[in-house]
């Protein structure tokens, strides 16, 4: 069974930096495409990031030039840095892993980590 653990989320000041980190168990992780998203209060989630297995990534608008996704399969851990942080980048952010298995696309979803950035 496949899980997905994020950690590194916290309270910062806008300006300020924070890494968030996702280990996964299982041995899907250099093969999946991973992915962070994110649910501020009372919106819908929305993608953030993502890196393929081949590291090909893109990043939604909003993050373009602060925030850098990458991973490290050796570790099994896909990285989210985010510099520069707003207060709009308050959420619980999440990760995901998209793999396929036997011709079948399964999704991986973990707990989420909370990240609040005061103003």
């Known amino acids: 069974q496949v899980q997905l653990v994020e950690s590194g989320g916290g309270l910062v000041q806008a300006g300020g930096s924070l890494r968030l980190s996702c280990a996964a168990s299982?041995?899907?992780?250099?093969?999946?495409?991973l992915c962070w998203y994110r649910q501020p209060p009372g919106k819908q989630r929305e993608l953030v990031a993502a890196i393929t297995s081949s590291g090909t990534t893109n990043y939604v608008d909003s993050v373009k030039g602060r925030f850098t996704i990458s991973r490290d399969n050796a570790k099994n851990t896909v990285y989210l840095q985010m510099n520069a942080l707003k207060p709009e980048d308050t959420a619980v952010y999440y990760c995901k892993a998209v793999t396929i298995n036997r011709g079948r696309r399964e999704d991986y979803w973990g707990q989420g980590t909370q990240v609040t950035v005061s103003s």
């Open positions: 299982g041995d899907i992780f250099s093969s999946s495409t």
